[in-house]
T-cell receptor, first 112, second 116 residues
Framework: GQQLNQSPQSMFIQEGEDVSMNCTSSSIFNTWLWYKQDPGEGPVLLIALYKAGELTSNGRLTAQFGITRKDSFLNISASIPSDVGIYFC????????????FGKGTKLTVNP | NAGVTQTPKFRVLKTGQSMTLLCAQD?????MYWYRQDPGMGLRLIHYSVGEGTTAKGEVPDGYNVSRLKKQNFLLGLESAAPSQTSVYFC???????????????FGQGTRLTVV
């Protein structure tokens, strides 16, 4: 099946630092999504990207849809303790019935 | 607006027992999905449905069955539970907007299942 390679698997950072994570694929995707999962909860959407080259921000979060359509990255600036969680990328090839493919997640730990 | 609701939230089964996990969404979404989440494995798709009365296999369908008799409900069944099915199960729903783009998937809070 389709694979998304998400890196890094885990990150340990100090409060105030910036964070960067990315996803790559051997296949082209038409949609890239970034989710965050808090402990004991379901994933919640952070940012949705629909166009190659698109750069979208949501507060301290910025995500980009790679120009080749095979990658995406997520940046978090000035991290705070509540940024702790697992971040997932997800890709979708086209609209309609195409299912989402998820990366394996990046576990973020922020030390105060 | 409840969104996506999963029941039960926790369950312990003995090997060989059967059970059904219920997912209900009140957003009139066409598409519904069942994922399992295991440490280090991310979210893996078990089965999904693109509309009432239709289901399809995902990445890891073995040992599970599903039904979508009503648009708002998506049931996941385990006929004979095995310890390998110990996991956290997530249901999600989504729809296509007028431009034909899929919207993001909305997730339930998960069902933690332990098979002993």
């Amino acid at each position: 099946g389709q694979q998304l390679n998400q890196s890094p698997q885990s990150m340990f950072i100090q409060e105030g630092e910036d964070v960067s994570m990315n996803c790559t694929s051997s296949s082209i995707f038409n949609t890239w999504l970034w989710y965050k999962q808090d402990p004991g909860e379901g994933p919640v959407l952070l940012i949705a990207l629909y166009k190659a080259g698109e750069l979208t921000s949501n507060g301290r979060l910025t995500a980009q849809f790679g120009i080749t359509r095979k990658d995406s990255f997520l940046n978090i600036s000035a991290s705070i303790p509540s940024d702790v969680g697992i971040y997932f990328c997800a890709g979708q090839r086209r609209g309609g019935s195409e299912k989402l493919v998820f990366g394996k997640g990046t576990k973020l730990t922020v030390n105060p | 607006n409840a969104g996506v609701t999963q029941t039960p939230k926790f369950r312990v089964l003995k090997t060989g027992q059967s059970m059904t996990l219920l997912c209900a969404q009140d957003m009139n979404h066409e598409y519904m999905y069942w994922y399992r989440q295991d440490p280090g494995m991310g979210l893996r798709l078990i089965h999904y449905s693109v509309g009432e009365g239709t289901t399809a296999k995902g990445e890891v369908p073995d040992g599970y069955n599903v039904s979508r008799l009503k648009k708002q409900n998506f049931l996941l069944g385990l006929e004979s539970a095995a310890p390998s099915q110990t996991s956290v199960y997530f249901c999600a729903s989504s729809y296509s907007n007028k431009r034909g783009r899929d919207t993001e998937a909305f997730f339930g809070q998960g069902t933690r299942l332990t098979v002993v």
